[in-house]
């Protein structure tokens, strides 16, 4: 089965970076969107970052200009270099996937990896 794997979350201060990234694996045919979204406490999901297969890419207006989206179509992961992070980041940040299995196409996601940006 298809799993997608996160790492690279943790603790940063105001102004820090960090990467995540996020590999997929299992049977997998071909990934045409890779992505993160994120959700704070009492917030709603919102689409942090999103790249297609041929490297397009789209972002909240929230992060454009800090964070930068890539992608490695052989080794099937994604990453999201975050550049000056500001408190209100803070979040769990969870890898998603479209992903044709070879039966069909749907969105997978991975467990989450929290990201804590202190001021």
């Known amino acids: 089965q298809v799993q997608l794997v996160e790492s690279g979350g943790g603790l940063v201060q105001s102004g820090g970076s960090l990467r995540l990234s996020c590999a997929a694996s299992?049977?997998?045919?071909?990934?045409?969107?890779m992505g993160w979204y994120r959700q704070a406490p009492g917030k709603q999901r919102e689409l942090v970052a999103r790249i297609n297969i041929s490297g397009r890419t789209n972002y909240a207006d929230s992060v454009k200009g800090r964070f930068t989206i890539s992608r490695d179509n052989v080794k099937n992961t994604v990453s999201l270099q975050m550049n000056s992070l500001k408190p209100e980041d803070t979040a769990d940040y969870c890898c998603?996937?479209?992903?044709?299995?070879?039966?069909?196409?749907?969105?997978?996601w991975g467990q989450g990896t929290q990201v804590t940006v202190s001021s």
């Open positions: 998603y996937a479209y992903i044709d299995n070879g039966h069909y196409s749907q969105d997978y």
């Open positions: 299992g049977n997998i045919v071909s990934i045409g969107f």
